[in-house]
């Protein structure tokens, strides 16, 4: 129970010049042992994945799971409505013509594959979620923008107000802010 | 173009490049947008009118007759959907072409592809007559348990361009996603803040986030990539798997592949001319871009000028008299003069482009786009129309007339897509923030190594 005198702390945040300065401070935070941090920016930023020790997403597979439903269940769904539910016999073709099926299969298989991207994506990245410390920050609006910031949650087991803001400092961090729940 | 000329011009920083494209939908709307939003909606008040009408009295509205069974729907819904396939390969297939000169356009033209494709579906739909059973051509369960014939290429392209459709709207909208938190971050009302922050779904631009996105983009430009060239190659085999003289073709697919390309890169250059030219966005969306454009139509249009020579070859090669009946009535038959309509606009005209002065010409690029577009549409008249007017038996021979039917639902696709396009580059970033930033010299970490950032 936080009294409103008091507000929680939730993280700390501070400001880099540009995409090498972050990119160099976020090689740092994480041999520091930080693991509750993020570097934000307004475009993705080359290497920056290693520099925070980030293994590559493991978004492939799952759409990759995706398209062999997508592409099974199309396939499943040609055969049977074409040889059991519904068989007519159309210019003298077979009832299972899979050289037929091939495009409707393909479509399937695209289609939930776009799905499972984009909801994948999203899932893997907890969104949709519209509350988060960082929105907490009088500057985070201008990472959308043109700025550079490396934010540490307060959750992460080395986090120690003072001790992670100094360590910030070092960094090259700058316009550092305290994220506190309003 | 020499590869160290700048991609965009100027030098911008990244908060120019988001304050620039931002400014166009935050400045106060100018009066030139209403006046065109107020024609666009009148045209397509006249769709209405035309589809209502149809679905009252039905097809017999159209100028079908006994042998030409399909007329201007069917040349309106290819044409239509060929347009958008340029968007789709500037999206998908020039990013994994790595061409960082795509990050100007691709919003833009991704845009088009999704009003093209709406203005397509709206053909097929309608010229089925009874458009309250349209859902019959989906695997609907149904009291008479009837299911679809997966066998017929028909049914093929309700899946190929309803995929089509969705997959392009699922890629733009994940692209869209940072340049909503941009306008989420910037809105001053708060009506609009709720709105953009709910279209953003709480992006927080960081990379525990960027790494899942990029992959995602990267594989939704994979998967759309194989369908710029199914997509199209699944229309022509509504022509090419009938047994009819001058469809009957195995060059179909390329050809109406190259075909589409051709004309969807025509449309974003009439779009992006008006567009750089209203907005100001001369920098983002330099000459270089377009002439890399034209570059593509020249490349795409002498593909389709081939094709054409081919067609004939084959029909002369393969000794078949109904085949070359079909070819030189084209040519010199009673829609000769379609024929070289077509022939002038696209395959003559993407020749001037094999110049230097023209191609970096704005008002030949324009006016040569237009040109190719009219091309195309007749392209599509000529392959449905010549083929079906003079059938197998010449008893039922007769010429195809458009009505004013016809005529008015044509014109009326046109406001559908000019609606969409007016409102979407009134409340949406017409240019990709993220993307463009990502390919200025400041975006990349090794510019800064030692010291002092190079051009």
Redesign the interface.
């Known amino acids: 129970m936080n009294n409103k005198a008091t507000p929680r702390i939730l993280g700390l945040m501070a400001q880099f010049d ?6 160099e401070a ?1 090689q740092k935070v994480r041999d520091a042992g930080y693991k509750k941090f ?12 290693r520099a ?1 020790g ?1 293994k ?2 493991s ?2 597979w799952l ?1 990759g799971v995706a ?1 062999l439903a997508g592409t099974s269940g199309a396939l499943a ?2 055969w049977w ?2 040889s059991v ?2 068989p ?1 016999v ?2 003298g ?1 077979p009832f299972f ?1 899979f050289q ?2 091939v ?2 299969t ?3 298989g ?2 939930l ?3 499972t ?2 909801v ?3 899932a ?2 907890g ?6 410390p ?2 907490y920050s009088d500057n985070f ?6 700025a550079f910031f490396i ?1 540490i949650e307060a959750d992460d087991p080395l986090f120690e107000i003072e001790k992670t803001s100094a360590f910030l400092t070092s960094t090259g961090g700058k316009n550092k802010e305290v994220l506190k729940e309003e | 173009m020499p590869e160290d000329a700048p991609l965009i011009a100027g030098h911008p ?3 120019d490049i ?1 304050d620039q494209i931002s400014g166009i939908t935050e400045r106060r709307t100018p009066p030139v947008w209403y006046l065109a939003l107020g024609a666009a909606v009148s045209l397509l008040m006249v769709l209405v009118g035309s589809v209502g009408y149809l679905v009252w009295e039905g097809v017999g509205i159209w100028g079908l007759n006994n042998p030409v069974g399909w007329g201007w729907a069917i040349i309106n819904f290819v044409w239509w959907v060929g347009i958008g396939h340029a968007g789709t390969l500037i999206s998908a297939i020039l990013f994994l072409l790595r061409q960082r000169w795509r990050t100007s356009i691709n919003r833009f033209a991704e845009a088009m592809t999704l009003f093209a494709i709406s203005c397509a579906l709206i053909f097929p739909a309608i010229h089925v007559g009874r458009i309250w059973v349209v859902y019959w051509m989906f ?1 609907v369960p149904n009291q008479m ?9 028909l ?2 392209d309700v ?2 361009v309803s ?1 089509y459709f ?2 392009s709207l ?2 733009w ?2 692209g869209l996603i ?1 340049d909503l ?2 306008f ?3 809105a001053v009302k708060k009506i609009k803040k709720y709105i953009f ?2 279209l953003a ?16 983009y990267l ?2 430009a994979g ?2 990539t ?2 710029v060239l ?1 997509v199209h190659s ?1 229309v022509s ?1 509504d022509f090419a798997v009938s047994i009819l003289p001058g469809w009957h073709t195995t060059i179909f697919p390329p050809y109406f592949v190259a075909g589409a390309i051709f004309s969807g890169f025509a449309m974003v250059v009439t779009l992006t001319i008006v567009a750089r030219k209203i907005f100001s966005l001369e920098n983002i969306i330099t000459v270089n871009h377009l002439e890399k454009m034209t570059k593509v139509i020249l490349l795409t249009g002498s593909m389709v000028g081939y094709a054409y020579g081919m067609e004939f070859f084959i029909a002369w090669y393969s000794g078949n008299i109904y085949e070359q009946f079909v070819f030189i009535n084209r040519a010199f038959g009673q829609y000769a003069w379609a024929y070289w309509i077509m022939i002038g606009c696209n395959v003559i005209v993407p020749q001037l482009f094999w110049f230097r002065k023209l191609r970096t010409s704005i008002t030949v690029m324009f006016l040569a786009s237009i040109l190719i577009n009219i091309g195309m549409w007749f392209e599509r008249f000529v392959i449905v129309v010549t083929s079906l007017a003079q059938d197998f038996l010449p008893a039922s021979w007769d010429y195809y007339k458009p009505t004013i039917w016809d005529i008015s639902t044509f014109v009326g696709s046109f406001g559908l897509f000019f609606t969409l396009f007016l409102l979407f580059i009134r409340f949406l970033p017409m240019i990709s ?3 463009v ?2 390919v200025l010299p ?8 030692h010291g002092d950032r190079h051009e």
Not at chain 1, 141 to 146: E, I, K, L, V, W
């Open positions: 540009n995409p090498a300065a972050l990119l976020a993020d570097c934000h920016s307004p475009f993705p930023i080359h290497g920056m994945d925070m980030l590559r997403s978004l492939g759409v398209a769904l040609q409505s074409s539910a519904y007519l159309i210019s073709k013509s037929a099926y495009p409707v393909f479509a399937l695209v289609l594959s776009a799905f991207a984009l994948g994506m999203l893997f990245n969104l949709p979620r519209l509350h988060h960082v929105f609006a201008r990472t959308s923008n043109d934010s | 920083t990244f908060g988001t695997p348990g009837m299911w679809p014939n997966f066998r017929s290429p049914l093929w899946f190929a995929t969705t997959a699922l890629f909208y994940t940072p938190a941009t989420r971050d910037r922050g709910a779904l709480g992006w927080r631009g960081g990379n525990r986030q960027w790494r899942h996105y990029e992959l995602a594989i939704l998967i759309s194989p369908l199914s699944v085999t923030m993220t993307e930033k990502a400041e975006a990349d970490p090794h510019n800064y190594r």
